[in-house]
């Protein structure tokens, strides 16, 4: 503990002997001391104390960690996704290989009615079912899926830094397929 100036006999002025002050400052002419109400230490009027620098580095830490983790999410989509986008692009390809060869369906129909006729007949009632209720829903579908690859189409196209399509590819209610 540090013995004070008068307990050791020495000058007592107003800057050696009042608790509030820092020994060897020059007291300021306008009377204040340089210290707050709880006698906290005040900084200088154009200082905030290096409050505005932390706030700003804490600020920028913080758009780094979301850049980050908004690329760890992408990649992560994209492990995730990938696999199942690959599975439906090859479901699709082979719809489409159908389409264009509808004769080797009908090939194996005939086949599967002559080897067995009762199943085929109960079965065909089945499909005819399937056909109708797709008949229904296919402009729910059709929908969705133009939706789907909207937005699979600008998500690709944010990854890579280009620009949506999204205005461009949304579906037409107004027309009809082949139109």
Request: positive net charge.
């Amino acid at each position: 503990m540090v013995a004070h100036p008068q307990s050791l006999g020495g000058p007592c002025g107003p800057a050696a002997c009042d608790p509030g002050r820092t020994r060897g400052r020059p007291a300021r002419p306008d009377g204040r001391d340089g210290r707050r109400a709880g006698g906290r230490p005040m900084s200088a009027p154009w200082s905030d104390g290096g409050v505005a620098a932390a706030r700003e580095a804490r600020k920028r830490a913080l758009i780094d960690r979301s850049a980050v983790l908004r690329r760890q999410l992408a990649d992560d989509y994209i492990t995730l996704v990938s696999p199942a986008e690959r599975v439906l692009d090859r479901v699709v390809g082979a719809g489409h290989w159908l389409r264009r060869h509808p004769w080797l369906l009908g090939g194996v129909a005939l086949a599967w009615l002559w080897w067995r006729p009762r199943r085929a007949v109960g079965l065909s009632g089945r499909l005819l079912g399937a056909w109708a209720l797709w008949q229904r829903w296919r402009p729910v579908v059709s929908t969705v899926v133009a939706l789907a690859g909207t937005l699979a189409a600008s998500g690709a196209a944010n990854r890579t830094g280009g620009a949506g399509t999204a205005a461009t590819a949304s579906p037409r209610r107004d027309s009809k397929p082949g139109a």
